[in-house]
């Protein structure tokens, strides 16, 4: 349906070109008209026309100017003048408010129905577009939460890689690398610290989530996760580390006026905690801060810097230097733990110069917490008895050179035997992936099939295969089963379709296509090649 507003003061026109547009336009389009200037300003206000047929001489407020006001309220409007004044400066001033056409009466009804239809289609493209812009808003509306969750619930259960993480900041435009956690727990009633009927409040929260997220977003802005049992969880990123004081009295505040809202709008209570800031790969560390506020007070709001709990270090000592060692050591990242270890070697020398016993004290103490986490990550078989030098070898120890030498030594075995165990088992669910589709190329075999019989998921021996071959998995399979079909081409006298067959292809012509797409020629040209030698 189109709205096309007449602006003429000579009825005839009016009425010779309403009944054109409807003849051509039939029962989608709606016609108003005006005769003054005034009157068709007026009108458009109301009407709201897609399409707007002027003459520039009208009585009162003539054409250019009411263009000029229907303009500033209706920027999508076309007009088209239809007029017996050529001058030229109408013509620029028509130019210059966007006139799509500029006809001078009398003019011909085919070029009225011309530029009609050529409104139109304006129309309509804007239409589809704006169409279109909305499926797309829409579709986002459902993706972008999805996405949302997956980055939190990586976050919380430590199941990423770091091109994962990368991947979902990307996503979701997130260029901060700090962050905390809040999180929102449900019940029937507080008792102490602990929020009685969990499992019915969790059913009802998972029922109106579509409505508690506005509500959350307009006190949070910050990313909201899915219902978690009876926990909402949220993630507020940020460019900076800690919190100050204001800030932490306004997002108490903000918390506060949240559970009242919620709780009011319905039939269930609230608690929030709220975690510290720290880097958005310890947004674990910050949730279970956020979850520990709640245990360990009773109001209906709390904040991990109010609560007198978790360790505290000293003022100079270098905790994030400590945070990136053991994170390096986990990951199997040998250069990189190596020069870790003697960051960390270089503070305890330089701080702590005057007290060589309580630097053998921390040596040991990392140490032994490397190797705990090697025993966990590698597989390794724990001996009891494996380190009883240990205490003798750092207390002979009496300059920091030595000591250095060996407790770099001990963090680079650990780190080794964490990557080797990577390594090896890639290296050895690969070998025997390969020997599986070496052996069996000839059947059907897919990448669930190959993944099964090596006993991982799919997805991460795609991952893996990738990294040790250095082409996919679809890719060697094709590779190998091309290779062989050139062979048997080549080699023996089997007709196309037992080739086709014999390297585990149903369909002929499919594999032509594919036999082409790798060899450059056709199965029947490869033959042909062999006759002709």
């Known amino acids: 349906?189109?709205?096309?507003?007449?602006?003429?003061?000579?009825?005839?026109?009016?009425?010779?070109?309403?009944?054109?547009?409807?003849?051509?336009?039939?029962?989608n389009c709606e016609i108003r008209f005006a005769k003054t200037g005034r009157s068709v300003i007026e009108l458009a206000e109301t009407f709201r026309p897609d399409i707007a047929f002027m003459d520039i001489q009208m009585p009162g407020i003539n054409g250019i100017e009411a263009m000029k006001e229907i303009r500033k309220a209706n920027s999508n409007i076309i007009f088209i003048i239809m007029t017996a004044y050529d001058k030229f400066d109408y013509a620029r001033e028509a130019i210059n408010l966007g006139v799509l056409e500029y006809l001078n009466k009398p003019?011909?009804?085919?070029?009225?129905?011309?530029?009609?239809?050529?409104?139109?289609?304006?129309?309509?493209?804007?239409?589809?577009?704006?169409?279109?812009?909305?499926?797309?808003?829409?579709?986002?509306?459902?993706?972008v939460p999805i996405i949302q969750n997956g980055l939190i619930s990586n976050f919380l259960f430590r199941e990423h890689f770091d091109e994962d993480?990368?991947?979902?900041?990307?996503?979701l435009e997130i260029e901060d690398s700090y962050g905390y956690m809040v999180v929102i727990i449900a019940g029937r009633e507080q008792v102490g610290n602990h929020m009685t009927g969990a499992v019915a409040a969790g059913i009802t929260i998972q029922n109106i989530y579509q409505e508690i997220r506005p509500i959350i977003e307009s006190y949070i802005p910050g990313i909201i996760g899915f219902v978690m049992a009876n926990k909402i969880p949220v993630l507020v990123t940020r460019d900076s580390a800690g919190f100050e004081y204001e800030e932490r009295i306004e997002m108490i505040e903000k918390a506060r006026a949240l559970v009242r809202r919620l709780s009011e709008r319905f039939d269930i209570n609230f608690r929030i905690g709220i975690g510290s800031v720290k880097p958005l790969e310890d947004m674990s560390v910050s949730y279970n801060e956020a979850l520990s506020v709640l245990i360990d007070t009773t109001g209906r709001v709390g904040h991990i810097d109010d609560i007198p709990i978790g360790c505290k270090y000293e003022e100079d000592y270098p905790i994030d230097i400590e945070k990136k060692l053991f994170d390096a050591l986990q990951k199997g990242r040998?250069?990189?733990?190596?020069?870790?270890?003697?960051?960390?070697?270089?503070?305890?020398?330089?701080?702590?110069?005057?007290?060589?016993?309580?630097?053998?004290?921390?040596?040991?103490?990392?140490?032994?917490?490397?190797?705990?986490?090697?025993?966990?990550?590698?597989?390794?078989?724990?001996?009891?008895?494996?380190?009883?030098?240990?205490?003798?070898?750092?207390?002979?120890?009496?300059?920091?050179?030595?000591?250095?030498t060996w407790f770099v030594n001990k963090f680079n075995e650990s780190v080794m035997n964490i990557s080797k165990?990577?390594?090896?088992?890639?290296?050895?669910?690969?070998?025997?992936?390969?020997?599986?589709?070496?052996?069996?190329?000839?059947?059907?075999?897919?990448?669930?099939?190959?993944?099964?019989?090596?006993?991982?998921?799919?997805?991460?021996?795609?991952?893996?295969?990738?990294?040790e071959t250095g082409v996919n998995f679809i890719d060697y399979l094709t590779r190998l089963r091309m290779e062989e079909a050139k062979r048997l081409l080549e080699e023996t006298d089997m007709s196309i379709k037992?080739?086709?067959s014999e390297v585990g292809y149903s369909d002929p012509n499919y594999f032509s296509r594919n036999f082409k797409k790798y060899a450059g020629i056709t199965p029947t040209e490869a033959r042909d090649a062999k006759r002709a030698n």
């Open 1 to 27: 349906m189109y709205k096309i507003l007449l602006a003429d003061d000579e009825g005839i026109v009016i009425e010779s070109l309403k009944f054109m547009i409807e003849k051509e336009l039939s029962t």
């Open 107 to 143: 003019a011909e009804k085919d070029k009225i129905l011309d530029v009609l239809h050529r409104a139109t289609n304006i129309i309509d493209e804007e239409r589809r577009k704006r169409s279109e812009d909305l499926l797309i808003k829409e579709k986002m509306e459902t993706v």
């Open 165 to 171: 993480i990368s991947n979902y900041k990307s996503l």
């Open 334 to 404: 040998i250069q990189e733990t190596v020069a870790i270890a003697n960051d960390f070697f270089d503070w305890m020398e330089e701080s702590q110069q005057d007290h060589i016993d309580d630097v053998k004290l921390k040596v040991l103490e990392f140490v032994l917490w490397a190797e705990h986490l090697a025993y966990e990550n590698a597989n390794n078989m724990y001996h009891f008895r494996s380190r009883t030098s240990y205490m003798a070898d750092v207390s002979s120890m009496n300059d920091f050179q030595s000591l250095r």
């Open 421 to 467: 165990r990577s390594e090896n088992r890639s290296e050895s669910v690969v070998e025997r992936a390969k020997k599986y589709i070496d052996d069996n190329y000839r059947k059907d075999i897919s990448l669930e099939d190959v993944s099964q019989k090596v006993d991982i998921s799919s997805y991460y021996f795609s991952k893996i295969f990738k990294e």
């Open 498 to 500: 037992e080739v086709c």
